[in-house]
């Protein structure tokens, strides 16, 4: 199973936090501060976000808390994979993959913010 990654969580928190997904991402990071707030992980990291939404050393902090918690508990992996996959589908994180194992040809273009 993929793991959840800092990295992954952090592309997808700052558009939720900020407000910039619009309604969807609002419902989308309560589902994730209250899933947060009940596994008692990532208090003061959650503080701080939601203090400076934009700041990118406190979501990095946020999401390296929700990264170890699914390191250690496979429900909250589970259950965070879940929510990455439908969060990414409101604010369109592209995850491509740093490695290819099999041959590849065409062309590969990533999307422009």
């Not at 609002?26 to 701080?48: I, M, S």
Request: aromatic share 6%; charged share 20%.
């Amino acid at each position: 199973m993929e793991p959840v990654t800092a990295a992954a969580l952090a592309a997808t928190v700052v558009p939720l936090a900020t407000g910039a997904a619009g309604e969807p991402g609002t419902a989308a990071w309560a589902a994730l501060t209250e899933f947060a707030d009940r596994h008692d992980v990532a208090g003061p990291e959650l503080d701080a976000v939601e203090d400076a939404p934009g700041d990118p050393a406190r979501v990095a902090g946020f999401a390296d808390a929700l990264a170890a918690l699914s390191a250690r508990d496979p429900q909250a992996a589970a259950w965070l994979r879940d929510w990455l996959a439908d969060a990414d589908r409101i604010v369109d994180v592209p995850h491509l993959p740093q490695t290819f194992t099999d041959p590849v040809s065409g062309s590969l273009t990533q999307p422009q913010a």
